[in-house]
């Protein structure tokens, strides 16, 4: 199960991380595709890319495609949009 409710629409995907959710279902890992990542509010969630240090969601993450990052909880729930980017 993952750890977050997801909306998907073409090639965007709107994904909610409840306010509960357990910090150990946020995992590293790597996606098979570019993506464009966007928080739809003010947060105090944080974002990780592996060896770099924690960014807030204030501006968009380019996050490109098998580069291992995770998610870090903060308070309340975390409204995402993300953009795909399949190379042909």
Do not use: C
Request: proline share 3%; glycine share 4%; hydrophobic share 40%.
């Amino acid at each position: 199960m993952k750890p977050y409710n997801e909306m998907i629409v073409g090639q965007v995907s709107y994904r909610t991380f409840k306010h509960d959710v357990d910090e150990m279902e946020l995992v590293w890992h790597r996606d098979a595709e570019d993506r464009i990542v966007e928080a739809q509010h003010e947060t105090d969630w944080m974002f990780q890319f592996d060896n770099e240090l924690p960014i807030t969601f204030s501006d968009i993450i380019h996050i490109p495609k098998d580069t291992i990052h995770r998610v870090i909880k903060g308070t309340g729930d975390l409204q995402l949009r993300i953009v795909k980017h399949v190379s042909i």
